[in-house]
């Protein structure tokens, strides 16, 4: 089964950017569609974006859209997300999953949909 492991994460001022990185491991992460979730505190985990396997279909929540872009190096076996004009309601424990899929276009934005999480990374935006 895959590993996830989540790095990158820090702490940034309101406007900055942050790139956080999944890197995948004990397996081909090619053959997963692959997503950004992110828990801030005292909240539900939610969805924030995602990529197909092949990478040509994304998906975002909408207040990202615009600052988010998820990509990733299959070649590297890992998934970025790349985050600018940080805001202070971005704070949050931003986590990488996985799905195994025959699909190379699809996406998914449910929690439920993924098998293989990370451990996490922390985002923390100051105003």
């Known amino acids: 089964q895959v590993q996830l492991v989540e790095s990158g994460g820090g702490l940034v001022q309101a406007g900055g950017s942050l790139r956080v990185s999944c890197a995948a491991s004990?397996?081909?992460?090619?053959?997963?569609?692959a997503g950004w979730f992110r828990q801030p505190p005292g909240k539900e985990r939610e969805f924030v974006a995602t990529?197909?396997?092949?990478?040509?279909?994304?998906y975002y929540l909408d207040s990202v859209k615009g600052r988010f872009t998820i990509s990733r190096d299959n070649a590297k076996n890992t998934v970025y997300l790349q985050m600018n004009s940080l805001k202070p309601d971005d704070t949050a424990v931003y986590y990488c999953?996985?799905?195994?899929?025959?699909?190379?276009?699809?996406?998914?934005?449910?929690?439920?949909?993924?098998?293989?999480w990370g451990q996490g990374t922390q985002v923390t935006v100051s105003s």
């Open positions: 004990g397996g081909t992460l090619s053959n997963y569609a």
């Open positions: 999953a996985a799905k195994l899929t025959v699909f190379a276009r699809n996406y998914y934005y449910t929690a439920d949909q993924y098998d293989y």
């Open positions: 990529i197909s396997r092949s990478g040509e279909k994304t």
